[in-house]
């Protein structure tokens, strides 16, 4: 499975961010897609994952209503918008592909992408 992510980048606080991850590879539609970000001397947060088929979704309370993460199969693609976005969204984000939707523990990563938002 190969995972590429894109559309990290520079953005005011309060505004939105659009990641996109595009997947190839053998099976990949048999793992959830996740994503994760992190900041420099932290552990890698889990922002959301959301499964190929059905499309169902999973957040942690911390980005709960101003994340969402979709998919486009046609496209073998996954999204990840931000809205509403905050300092402390400020990261490298990573795209995964999980067995399972929930808990996503990763068996192939994507590259990083970074997204600043400034205050």
């Known amino acids: 499975v190969q995972l590429q992510a894109s559309g990290g980048g520079l953005v005011q606080a309060g505004g939105s961010l659009r990641l996109s991850c595009a997947a190839s590879?053998?099976?990949?539609?048999?793992?959830?897609m996740g994503w994760f970000r992190q900041t420099p001397g932290k552990e890698r947060e889990f922002v959301g994952a959301?499964?190929?088929?059905?499309?169902?979704?999973y957040y942690p309370d911390s980005v709960k209503g101003r994340f969402t993460i979709s998919r486009d199969n046609a496209k073998n693609t996954v999204y990840l918008q931000m809205d509403s976005l905050k300092p402390e969204d400020t990261a490298v984000y990573y795209c995964?592909?999980?067995?399972?939707?929930?808990?996503?523990?990763?068996?192939?990563w994507g590259q990083g992408t970074q997204v600043t938002v400034s205050s």
């Open positions: 590879g053998r099976r990949f539609r048999d793992y959830a």
């Open positions: 959301i499964t190929w088929t059905v499309g169902s979704t």
């Open positions: 995964a592909a999980c067995r399972d939707l929930y808990p996503c523990r990763p068996s192939y």
